[in-house]
């Protein structure tokens, strides 16, 4: 198969970057895969085959509108771009290391979600949000484990949480005590491009400790920040 019907295949342009050509591939792969109606096994395989030969196929030139490479080669940064839960939502600078030891800040917007690329020099970057445990994210939606008295995950009653968006005072029901979930309509990542508004999730856990958590200690500096 030639690297032209292999983009063909996958409904490539010839300018498609690395990320582009993995959307393309898991569309054609999702239409073409013989479990589907409409599927077919040995466009399933044509598929596949079309992607390993773009995977190994030379770069794509420099897109229009965009300024001439001033190496050879691109720089290649490492492909996946790390960021916290926090910076996901509302945005920030981070430094991303290139294999040549130098260091680049990037900018990023907020409403990032894992799978959206960003560019960092010539390179482009998937990102990954990691979590930490007690804060993470799911899709649209930020996750974020309350640490609360003992009695009031029995019984219920009030409490204040430091969210991304400032402190807010929620009543804890019996029934969510049972759950050990509280959802927040409309107050997790925001709405960016295709993304629709997600929605913050609070899971109640006993508090057995006295002392906060780093990322619990990052929340309240982040919300005070936010409310200022």
């Known amino acids: 198969m030639s690297v032209k019907r292999a983009r063909e295949v996958l409904g490539a342009g010839p300018l498609a970057g690395p990320a582009e050509l993995r959307r393309a591939f898991r569309e054609a792969a999702k239409r073409a895969h013989p479990d589907r109606k409409g599927g ?86 998937e990102v990954a949000i990691r979590g930490d445990g007690e804060m993470l994210v799911r899709g649209d939606d930020l996750w974020i484990t309350v640490k609360i008295e003992p009695r009031l995950l029995a019984e219920g009653g009030r409490i204040g949480v430091d969210t991304p968006l400032g402190r807010r005072v929620i009543w804890i029901t019996r029934k969510a005590c049972e759950r050990g979930l509280i959802r927040l309509v409309g107050q997790g990542l925001p709405a960016r491009g295709r993304h629709r508004q997600g929605h913050l999730f609070l899971r109640l856990a006993a508090d057995s400790a006295t002392g906060d958590s780093a990322a619990r200690a990052q929340l309240r500096r982040f919300a005070a920040a936010w409310a200022a």
């Open 40 to 125: 077919d096994a040995e466009r399933f395989r044509e598929v596949v085959e079309a992607y390993r030969i773009l995977q190994i196929a030379p770069a794509p030139r420099d897109r229009v509108g965009q300024p001439p490479a001033t190496v050879s080669r691109p720089v290649a940064a490492s492909p996946t771009l790390s960021v916290p839960p926090l910076v996901a939502m509302a945005g920030g600078k981070v430094e991303h290391r290139l294999p040549d030891g130098r260091r680049v800040k990037i900018d990023l917007p907020p409403g990032l979600r894992a799978g959206d690329t960003v560019r960092a020099g010539e390179a482009e970057l």
